[in-house]
C-alpha cells in the first residue's frame, strides 16, 4: 500500500504533538507538511514548538507553514494554563534550527493539495481558521481533498465551556464555514477524545527512553500529568490514528452545525441525533446543517498501542 497523503494543521500544544510525532513516523503516511494558527498558545510560539517536534522526530524536511495568528471574528483565547507558558509543558530542550517556509498557511495547503497526483487527508487538530480561509478562497482545493478529519467539537458535553468544545469554541465563525463545506468530513470530537489515553507506568518509560521522540512524550507528557491527572490523554494523536486505522472508530452520520451565537451555547457543535428527525417538519430540522461521520466510540487501547509503539520505533 502506498502510504496516504496527509497534512496536519496545528496549534502545538502537548497533544499536537503527540499528533505530529505519530504522523511523522507512521509509515503508512506520507505527511506532506503542516500549517499553523494560533490556539493552544500565539502563532509564533505554536511555529516554534512545531518545528521543535519535526526536528526531534528527525523529520525537518516536513515544510511548516505560519497560518492565522488569531481567529476570523473572535478575540484570541489560548489555553496556556494547560499546556504551559510556552504551549509545550515549559520542557527544557534544543531549540529548533529549522524554519517555516516562505508562503502563508493558505496558499501553501492550496499548493499542496492542488500539487498532489492523488487526493489529500487533512487533519485539522486546531481552531479552524486556516481551513476556513483556504476553504473560501480556495474552494477549488475541495475537489482534491479526500476527507477532513477534524480534532474538535461534541456531540455531548463541552470542555472549553459546558458546550464548546475548545478548538470549535476558539474561532466559532470559521468552524461553520468548515462544518458547512462540502467536503466528506470525520467529527473526531470529546465523545472520543479523551478515551485513547496513557498511564503513569507508560509515560514514565517514555521519559526514560533513548529515543527522543519518546522521551520528549514523556517529558510533556509528565507536565500534563501534572496539571489534569493520569492517565492522559494521547489527545489529537487520536485523529491521526483515525487516519492509520478507520476501522478503531465507530461512526455515525448525523447533520450538525456550528452555533456562532454570542450567548453560553457559542461554540457548541449540534449533532441532531433524534432518531425521527427525518420524519419532523422542516421548521424544525436542523437549520444549516450538513451531514458529518461523527465518531462515538473508540477502541482505546488498540489507539494508544497504535502510537506508543510508532512513537518509540
Ligand atoms: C483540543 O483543544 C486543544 O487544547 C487541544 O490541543 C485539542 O486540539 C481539545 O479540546
Ligand atoms: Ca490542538
Known amino acids: 500500500m502506498r502510504p496516504k497523503p496527509v497534512i496536519l494543521d496545528v496549534d502545538t500544544g502537548i497533544d499536537d504533538a ?18 499553523c494558527v494560533d490556539g493552544n498558545c500565539p502563532l509564533d ?19 511548516v507553514a505560519l497560518g492565522a495568528a488569531r481567529p476570523l471574528v473572535a ?16 520542557v527544557q530542550w534544543t531549540e529548533p534550527k529549522s ?20 487526493k489529500v487527508t487533512l ?29 474538535g467539537g461534541s456531540a455531548g458535553l463541552g470542555n472549553a465551556t459546558a458546550l464548546a468544545e475548545f478548538n470549535i469554541w ?29 498511564g503513569e507506568r507508560e509515560l514514565i518509560e517514555l521519559q526514560n527512553s533513548k529515543n527522543t521522540t519518546a522521551k520528549l512524550a514523556g517529558e510533556i507528557g ?12 494521547i489527545g489529537d494523536a487520536g485523529a491521526v490514528c483515525a487516519a492509520i486505522d478507520p476501522d478503531g472508530l465507530v461512526l455515525e452520520t448525523y447533520p450538525t452545525t456550528v452555533v456562532t451565537d454570542k450567548g453560553p451555547a457559542r461554540g457548541m457543535t449540534v449533532v441532531d441525533r433524534r432518531p425521527y428527525r427525518d420524519t419532523v417538519e422542516n421548521e424544525r430540522a436542523l437549520p444549516d446543517a450538513r451531514d458529518v461521520s461523527v465518531a462515538l466510540k473508540v477502541d482505546s487501547h488498540r489507539y494508544a498501542k497504535l502510537w506508543l509503539e510508532t512513537i518509540t520505533s
Do not use: C, W
Request: hydrophobic share 50%; charged share 20%.
Open 123 to 151: 487533519i485539522p487538530v486546531a481552531p479552524l481558521t486556516n481551513i476556513a480561509l483556504l476553504l473560501t478562497e480556495y474552494p477549488e482545493v475541495k475537489e482534491n481533498i479526500e476527507q477532513l478529519i477534524i480534532m
Open 75 to 90: 478575540e484570541p483565547n489560548y489555553a496556556l494554563a494547560v499546556h504551559g507558558d510556552d504551549g509545550l509543558g515549559n
Open 45 to 63: 510560539q505554536v511555529v516554534r514548538n512545531t518545528l521543535l517536534v519535526l526536528e526531534t522526530a528527525d523529520r525537518s524536511d516536513v515544510p
Open 222 to 233: 509528565k507536565y500534563i500529568a501534572g496539571i489534569l491527572g493520569y492517565p492522559i490523554t
Open 170 to 198: 476558539h474561532d466559532p465563525e470559521a468552524a461553520q464555514i468548515v462544518f458547512s463545506a462540502d467536503v466528506p468530513t470525520i467529527m473526531y470530537g470529546l465523545d472520543v477524545f479523551y478515551d485513547v489515553h496513557i
Open 18 to 35: 503527540f499528533a505530529l510525532m505519530l504522523a511523522a513516523k507512521h509509515p503508512a503516511l506520507n505527511l506532506l507538511g503542516v500549517s
Open 99 to 118: 524554519k517555516p517556509v516562505k508562503p502563508f498557511a493558505v496558499e501553501f495547503l492550496r499548493d499542496l493539495i492542488l500539487g498532489h497526483p492523488e
